[in-house]
């Protein structure tokens, strides 16, 4: 009933900056909360941010100062700003969400998602 939808993924060099998106479609009766994950070859996916529906934000300490979360409550999207980019942070970067959904005047239900993923390669 719920999807996500990642965007902004890509090639960049050390140093550089990336920013994806991640909007929620479908069945929303409204999203709390959403972040970005990350996995790794031959590591365990790991939180790069969250961000609350009121704003609240938290960030792996790895990431901190570097990337930005925010989010549009209106149009159910989630964005990272990713800025001095390493190649420590190559992986695949998977969109998280949850909250309540509601198939047309149907019951009201909690949901949690995770996107396709989309793959961020820092290299030179």
């Known amino acids: 009933q719920v999807q996500l939808a990642e965007t902004g993924g890509g090639l960049v060099q050390p140093g550089g900056s990336l920013s994806l998106s991640c909007t929620a479609s479908?069945?929303?009766?409204?999203?709390?909360?959403m972040g970005w994950y990350r996995q790794a070859p031959g590591k365990e996916r790991e939180l790069v941010a969250t961000i609350t529906r009121g704003g609240s934000t938290n960030y792996a300490d790895s990431v901190k100062g570097r990337f930005t979360i925010s989010r549009d409550n209106a149009k159910n999207t989630v964005y990272l700003q990713m800025n001095n980019l390493n190649p420590e942070d190559t992986a695949v970067y998977y969109c998280?969400?949850?909250?309540?959904?509601?198939?047309?005047?149907?019951?009201?239900?909690?949901?949690?998602?995770w996107g396709q993923g989309t793959q961020v390669t820092v290299s030179s």
């Open positions: 479908g069945s929303i009766f409204t999203s709390n909360a």
């Open positions: 998280y969400a949850d909250g309540l959904q509601r198939n047309g005047l149907g019951p009201i239900s909690r949901f949690d998602r």
